[in-house]
């Protein structure tokens, strides 16, 4: 069965630096998203992107964060300057083009800002 | 705005006892209603889907509109069933091709041997 892939599993950086989290979506999929989730907290939708561009963003998703899909097959959200608060496990998920059927998560990326 | 409501953090149950998890939502629209499965600390799993009435690992769940519900039941409850259930609703965002999910706040299924 196809998989979403998330690298790396665990990051580690410190605050103020720059992080960028890697996904490869199922490869006929064409609606991409993030989600995070901070420990013990709710799984929140950050962005969702389509047609090479974000189509909905949440009020979590400030400047600092962003998206792209640089070469066909990645899709990667990047924080400009890490901040604590945005240690959380951060989950790539992407959709064909009928929603019925759900979304595939990918496993995560547990993402520890210190 | 959409809204999921799971009012249980913490559900337990011995093996072989009846499971129901509750999901309450709120969204104006016509909703498209998920539960996702999280065993521990793996992926979300799409358990069920309510377009399809579906029944997967012997668990269904039936949206029903008048109450606002879509609460996840199994009659006999496995050991293998223990994991993080999450009910989430899917409406159409502002932008095109949205369809962003909401998720409610999950909850511990504990399946007692």
């Known amino acids: 069965e196809p998989e979403v892939t998330q690298t790396p599993s665990h990051q580690v950086t410190q605050m103020g630096q720059e992080v960028i989290l890697r996904c490869v979506p199922i490869s006929n999929h064409l609606y991409f998203y993030w989600y995070r989730q901070i420990l013990g907290q709710k799984v929140e939708f950050l962005v969702s992107?389509?047609?090479?561009?974000?189509?909905?963003k949440s009020e979590i998703f400030d400047d600092q964060f962003s998206v792209e899909r640089p070469d066909g097959s990645n899709f990667t959200l990047k924080i400009r300057s890490t901040k604590l608060e945005d240690s959380a496990m951060y989950f790539c998920?992407?959709?064909?083009?009928?929603?019925?059927?759900?979304?595939?998560f990918g496993s995560g990326t547990r993402l520890t800002v210190v | 705005a959409q809204r999921v409501t799971q009012p249980e953090k913490l559900l337990s149950v011995f093996k072989g006892a009846p499971v129901e998890l509750k999901c309450n939502y709120s969204?104006?629209?016509?909703?498209?209603l998920f539960w996702y499965v999280q065993y521990s600390r793996q992926r979300l799993q799409l358990l069920l889907r309510h377009i399809s009435r579906e029944s997967i690992k012997g668990f269904t769940a039936d949206l029903n509109k008048g109450e606002t519900s879509f609460h996840l039941k199994k009659p006999f409850a496995q050991e293998e069933d223990s994991a993080m259930y999450y009910c989430?609703?899917?409406?159409?965002?502002?932008?095109?091709?949205?369809?962003?999910?909401?998720f409610g706040k999950g909850t511990k299924l504990s399946v007692i041997p």
């Open positions: 992107f389509y047609n090479n561009e974000i189509s909905e």
């Open positions: 989430a609703l899917s409406g159409v965002g502002s932008g095109a091709g949205s369809y962003q999910l909401t």
């Open positions: 998920a992407s959709r064909s083009d009928n929603y019925v059927y759900g979304y595939t």
């Open positions: 969204y104006s629209g016509s909703p498209e």
